[in-house]
């Protein structure tokens, strides 16, 4: 008897070519605002939704820092026709067409807020593979914590053991392992260190590789 198989996908940085376009505007908001050292602290905040974004910038530059006023000229930066702005990664549409051909369960789990999430992938049609949707808004925990990946494993009906995560950030690597699910990672801004490498199953260079590394392993499912 065949396994039933989740495989849940990180959005930023992994689906959407969004993490350059990101790192330039808080490049931006942070020269209008002084700020320096902003690229160390973009790093951090990679993978994590927006409380735990707000901490690690008061942590970097004080309890008084204007987080507010930060999110704002960030936003101001987005367009303001309602039109999707981030380029897909390649082979984002492609892997999920195939997982679905396959019968697998699709879970989007991403710290970015669910309209973001709406407006960036719903108008691409892509929210329609996946039978669940966490965004950050929806979870009382960032990653490195796993509550979001536990979370739409169980909204699919999976286990954890027969669940993989498709993260390119440390933190969702993090958050996959401490799961017990199967972390495959696509490297984006971040390269990965030691700690990556013995975290993720597998360091996949694209979506595609990825895709190609979870069909050979469809082909030889088998429940134990």
């Known amino acids: 008897m065949k396994q039933a198989w989740t495989v849940i996908f990180d959005a930023d940085g992994l689906l959407l070519d969004s993490e350059r376009v990101s790192v330039e505007h808080w490049r931006q908001v942070a020269a209008e605002m002084g700020l320096e050292g902003i690229n160390a602290a973009h790093l951090r905040c990679i993978g994590t939704n927006p409380q735990m974004t707000r901490q690690i910038l008061r942590e970097a ?14 936003l101001e930066k987005q367009p303001r026709d309602g039109c999707a702005m981030m380029p897909l990664k390649p082979g984002a549409r ?4 195939a997982l679905q051909r396959e019968g697998v369960s699709l ?11 709406q407006r960036e992938l719903g108008g691409r049609g892509l929210l329609s593979f996946f039978t669940a949707l ?10 490195p914590d796993p509550e979001i990946f536990l979370r739409a494993a169980a909204l699919c009906g999976g286990e954890a053991e027969t669940a993989w995560v498709v993260e390119d950030s440390f933190n969702g690597i993090r958050a996959a392992h401490r799961a017990g699910m199967h972390p495959l990672m696509v490297p984006d801004l971040l390269q990965p260190d030691g700690e990556m490498q013995t975290l ?3 360091i996949l260079p694209d979506l595609f590789a990825v895709r ?4 050979e392993r469809l082909a030889g499912r088998e429940m134990k």
């Open 61 to 74: 530059y004080g309890s008084d820092f204007p987080t507010e006023a930060f999110f704002r000229r960030l």
């Open 94 to 97: 492609e892997i999920l067409e």
């Open 107 to 117: 879970a989007l789990a991403s710290s970015s807020p669910a309209e973001y999430l």
């Open 134 to 143: 966490v965004s950050g808004d929806m979870v009382s925990k960032s990653k």
């Open 200 to 202: 993720a199953e597998a």
């Open 212 to 215: 190609d590394y979870l069909l």
